[in-house]
C-alpha cells in the first residue's frame, strides 16, 4: 500500500489510498454512474463494430471491463490496474459471473506497457489523472499508439468541478486541487481546477492519432435530481480517502479537514443544494 | 433407477449432441420453465442453444448440470466434443462458484479492520450488495437486493418497524447504490424474517396470500427474505426480490445464508436486538408513505440549524436518525387510523 509521501515522489502512485474497500466500492459505483451518464459503454460506436479486442487502462475493480465483456461475449477485453488487490477482486467477480471474455492483468500505466505492437481495436481510460503525474501523460499516449491497431481507436474521459452551491465543498475541493498542483499531477496553472480535459485533445493530436473527436457530459447531482445520491455518496467516501494526501501535501490542518468535510457533508444534503460534474471524452483513431 | 438411466441412454443414443439431449427434455413446457428459472435465463435463450443459434456460458452449462444431475454423465460425455477439455476443468471448479470467493471475503474483512466509523458500515454493506447481485444474477434477468433494518427504539418501547436503507438490482431494478426510504412492519416478507428468526422465501407470486405476508412491487415474481443475526439478536434482514418465479432454488438460498452472515460486520453490536424486543407494527402503504420523505432533507438540515444555534454538538447521522424517528411515529399513527 502507498503512502501519501510516497505518492508525492513516485510518479505512478495514486492520491488515494487505492487499495481500501471504500475505494474499491466507490469506483464499482462510480462506474455505473459515470457510463450511464455518457450515454452508454462506447456511446462514440455502440454496436462496438469492427471491435474485437479492448484494453481497459487503470481499470480498478473492472467494473467497465465487465460491462463490456458481459454486454459483448465475443469481443476479449483485458483490464489492467497497478492494484493487485483490484486485480485480483476483478477476477473474482468476472469469475461468478462466468465472463471468460474478461481478463485482468497487474501492471503500471505509467511504465512501458507489457503488449506487442497492434494489439488493440480499443483502448479506453478513464480518471486517469488521480495517478498519472503530468509529464507521464504524453509518454502514455504514445504507449497507447504502439499498442492501437491501425484503425483502432482510443478513448479518454477526465472530469472537472463544475462547480456547487456548498462553500464547505467548494473549500475542500479547491485544497484538493491545490494537492494535485503540487504534487504535479494538474494542469490548473493556479490549481483551481485539474485542468486535464483541455489537454486531451492536445496529447491525443501530439501522438499522431487523427479523427479527433470531443464529447462533454454533465452530471447534475443537485438535491432532488437521479444522481444526487450516488454522487453524495462518491464525494462521501473520496473527500475522506483523500485526507491524508491533503495532510501530506501540506494544504490543511487535520481539524480544517475535519470541520470542512462535515460542512460539506451537511451542506450537501440541503434541499437547495445546486451542483455539477463536468466531464469530457475525447475520441481519436489511429492512421 | 437403474431403469431410468437406461431410458436416458437410450433417449442419448438417439441424440448425437448435447443439443439435441436438451431439445428432447425441453419438450416437456414445464421442465422448460424449471430449467430457464434455475439457471437464470429466458427460455428462449434455451431454445436459442438447442437451435445452435447461440452458445451458452461455460458457467450456464455447469448450471445446466445442476439441473438435470440425472443427465449429467450424458452431458459430460457430449459437451467436451463441442466445447473442448477447457469445460472439463471448468467443471472440477464448480463447486467453487457456489461459495463466496476468498478474494471476496478478504475484501470485507479489510473493509471491517481500517475503515473509520463513518465509511465502514455503508462500504460493507455496499461492497456485499455489489459481489451479491454478481453472484445471484449473473446473467442479470432481473433482481433485487435490500438491506432491511429494524428502527431504532424508543426508550423502554419495543422495535415498532423496519426501514429499507439501501439496496441495488439489475434491470428492470435500478443498478445504481440507492438509499431507500420505506418502512416495513408485520405485514411484509421482511417483518416475517425479522419477529421468527428465520428466512423465508416465496417461489411464485400467488402463494403470497396462503404462506406468507408480502407486498409485492411490480415485476417481482419471487422473494426471500434472511435474519441478519448475530449470537441470536437481530438487526435486520436481506430481502431479495427476482423478476423469474422459482428463483430462489436451494443452492441460491444457501448463497443467501452466506451474505447475511457476512454482512453482520457492517453493523455495531449495540444494533442487534433480541426477539423478545421486536414488536412490528402494521404500516401504511408505500404510496401513502411517500409524501412523508418528502421533507426529510429539510428537517434534517432545520435540526442540524437548531443544534448548531443552542449550541449542541450533533451529527447529520444524529440528525436523520432522529427525523426517521418522527416519521415511524407519524406513519404508525396513520395506520392506526386508517
Known sequence: MQTPLESSQNESAYVFDSESAAEMARLLDQDLLVTKNMGGLLAERPDFANIQRVLDIACGPGGWVQEVAFAHPEIEVVGIDISQTMIQYARAQAKVQGLDNARFLVMDASKPLDFPDNSFDLINARFMISFLHSTTWPKLIQECRRINRSGGAIRLTEVENGGTSSPGFEKLFSKFAHALQLAGRSFSPEGHNFGITPKLGYFLREAGYQRIRKTPHIIDYSTGEDAHEGTYRDWMVMLKVVQPFLLAMKVTTPEEVDRLYQQAMIEMRAEDFTAISYFLSVWGEKP | ?338
Not at chain 2, 51 to 77: C, D, H, I, K, M
Not at chain 2, 309 to 320: C, G, L, N, T
Open chain 2, 1 to 338: 433407477m437403474q431403469n431410468y438411466n437406461s431410458e436416458v441412454k437410450d433417449e442419448m443414443q438417439g441424440s448425437q449432441t448435447w443439443r439435441e439431449l436438451l431439445g428432447k427434455i425441453l419438450q416437456d413446457p414445464r421442465e422448460r420453465a424449471r430449467i430457464a428459472a434455475e439457471l437464470g435465463v429466458n427460455p428462449l435463450t434455451l431454445t436459442r442453444w438447442v437451435n445452435g443459434e447461440s452458445n451458452p456460458r461455460s458457467q450456464n452449462l455447469q448450471a445446466l448440470l445442476r439441473a438435470l444431475p440425472q443427465y449429467r454423465a450424458l452431458f459430460l460425455e457430449s459437451i467436451p466434443e463441442e466445447f473442448g477439455q477447457f469445460f472439463n476443468e471448468a467443471v472440477v471448479k464448480e463447486d467453487a462458484l457456489q461459495e463466496i470467493p476468498a478474494a471476496f471475503y478478504a475484501r470485507i474483512f479489510s473493509a471491517y479492520a481500517e475503515l473509520p466509523d463513518i465509511l465502514r458500515s455503508w462500504s460493507i454493506c455496499d461492497l456485499i450488495l455489489q459481489q451479491a447481485l454478481q453472484q445471484l444474477d449473473p446473467n442479470r434477468v432481473g433482481m433485487e437486493i435490500t438491506v432491511v433494518r429494524c428502527m431504532f427504539p424508543s426508550e423502554g418501547q419495543k422495535v415498532r418497524s423496519l426501514r429499507e436503507t439501501v439496496g441495488r438490482g439489475t434491470p428492470p431494478w435500478k443498478r445504481e447504490l440507492q438509499q431507500k426510504t420505506m418502512f416495513l412492519g408485520a405485514e411484509s416478507l421482511a417483518g416475517y424474517a425479522v419477529t421468527t428468526g428465520r428466512p423465508a422465501a416465496i417461489q411464485v407470486h400467488e402463494e403470497s396470500q396462503s404462506r406468507y405476508p408480502a407486498r409485492w412491487v411490480d415485476r417481482e415474481e419471487s422473494a426471500a427474505a434472511h435474519p441478519i443475526r448475530r449470537a441470536g439478536y437481530i438487526t435486520g434482514c436481506l430481502l431479495f426480490s427476482s423478476t423469474q418465479p422459482n428463483y430462489f432454488l436451494p443452492f441460491r438460498l444457501a448463497l443467501i445464508e452466506r451474505y447475511a452472515e457476512l454482512i453482520v460486520l457492517a453493523f455495531e453490536r449495540e444494533e442487534f436486538y433480541e426477539l423478545e424486543q421486536i414488536g412490528l407494527g402494521i404500516m401504511p402503504s408505500p404510496s401513502e408513505q411517500q409524501s412523508y420523505f418528502s421533507t426529510f432533507s429539510r428537517r434534517v438540515t432545520d435540526m442540524l440549524r437548531e443544534a448548531a444555534m443552542s449550541q449542541q454538538a450533533m451529527s447529520i447521522v444524529e440528525a436523520e436518525q432522529v427525523v426517521w424517528q418522527q416519521i415511524e411515529a407519524e406513519l404508525l399513527q396513520l395506520a392506526r387510523f386508517s
